[in-house]
């Protein structure tokens, strides 16, 4: 039997959780088809068949944790399947052919040629049209839909039509009790996937913190925070572009685009999914993102090339709780941007006191690839941006 192991998915996890299968045993696939839907460092990612041939074995049931190395899939062995079909073609009684074998050899000793085939390549058969993405079967488990009762309503299901199917369900499907005291529960790719970046962190960040004020009485109220934060790490990113950058091997490589990784809280854990090149983009598409995100965040969990590719980070911590706080800078990246909590504050306004709306800001950045310099000017820069 040929083993198909699991292979590392790039995620820095050591394990994946299987969540879907896509083939079963006895079935015959192609190459690059599609075998199973893992779940790993807080993305749903499938994972294609690097053969063509008759899977023999699934290793692992739904909902199972397996480890990168461990056997996913066993294919039959060709070899031996033929063989066996020789045999018993040729049968036992049958005497040996006294025909001899060509010497197909130009150099010392003789090389015996044989016409006996031992295996053929197969063309790629075109993959199984599937009517949902990885995404979106993941929320149909969860709300517990089966969708393959049903018909999506366009080439593939939204799960917009995936939720409207489960309010459809009877209601004492959905109001299942559990007796008894509920068993602890491992923790979540996503929630392992932070506690390992967490962990990378500490090891690898002389981290270092800024604090400070601005008031945003000017507009506050009138238009989005979130938006107004990524314009202005936009623009002090321009002012001190070594913050908007990546520290990889000892060597600090500024990043052409700012690419901004924002912190996203759900009950699955922490994602941090990426805004690319926020230069190039209006206000309404970033906005239009940033809801996708949460949605995905509290749904489905979020792509896995959504959450790579950040070179700078930003968390608005103060929509919950907090005006000031140490943010922790992810490695390879330099710095993170935390808001706090807008506030009425005192402040001297033309000689006088004055109430106005205050933004607490924490900005961390890595000591080993920017100095302090560097990062007051960035804070600077930002606050001169979110004043105006």
């Given amino acids: 039997m040929k083993i198909f192991k699991l292979p590392d998915l790039g995620e820095g996890l050591q394990d994946a959780v299987i969540r879907e299968w896509h083939v079963a045993e006895g079935e015959t696939v192609a190459v690059n088809q599609g075998l199973v839907t893992v779940e790993t460092a807080k993305a749903l990612v499938d994972v294609p068949s690097p053969w063509s041939g008759t899977v023999e074995k699934l290793y692992a049931a739904k909902d199972d944790t397996i480890d990168v190395g461990q056997p996913l899939v066993g294919f039959v062995e060709e070899k031996a399947e033929q063989s066996t079909s020789v045999g018993a073609a040729v049968g036992r009684d049958q005497p040996p052919s006294e025909e001899k074998p060509s010497d197909a050899g130009t150099v010392v000793g003789r090389i015996q040629q044989s016409g006996q085939t031992l295996g053929e390549e197969t063309a ?17 488990r969860r709300l517990g839909v089966d969708l393959s009762q049903h018909q999506p309503q366009g080439e593939r299901f939204t799960a917009d039509e995936v939720r409207e199917l489960a309010e459809r369900k009877p209601k004492q499907e959905k109001e299942k009790k559990r007796p ?209």
């Fill in 124 to 140: 790629p058969r075109t993959p199984v049209h599937r009517t949902a993405t990885p995404a979106v079967r993941a929320l149909a």
């Fill in 180 to 388: 008894g005291k509920a068993p602890a529960k491992e923790a979540s790719p996503a929630r392992r996937a932070m506690a390992l970046a967490m962990s990378r962190a500490r090891d690898q960040v002389a981290p270092m913190t800024l604090c400070d004020q601005v008031d945003i009485s000017p507009w506050w109220g009138e238009q989005s925070a979130t938006l107004r934060l990524i314009r202005a790490v936009q623009e002090a990113s321009a002012a001190e572009p070594n913050l908007n950058a990546l520290y990889e091997n000892d060597s600090l490589s500024p990043s052409e685009t700012v690419n901004i990784g924002l912190a996203v809280d759900s009950p699955r854990g922490l994602y941090v999914p990426v805004l690319r090149d926020v230069a190039a983009r209006s206000d309404e598409e970033l906005l239009e993102q940033i809801e996708d995100y949460k949605e995905q965040a509290r749904e489905t969990g979020i792509a896995r090339e959504d959450l790579q590719g950040a070179t700078i980070l930003l968390s608005n911590f103060g929509g919950m709780a907090g005006r000031y706080a140490t943010p922790v800078v992810l490695p390879p990246t330099v710095a993170i941007l935390g808001a706090g909590r807008v506030f009425q504050g005192v402040v001297a306004v033309d000689d006088k006191p004055a109430v106005r709306s205050l933004l607490p800001l924490s900005v961390s950045a890595d000591h080993r690839a920017v100095t302090g310099g560097e990062l007051a000017r960035f804070l600077k820069a930002l606050m001169r941006a979110l004043a105006g």
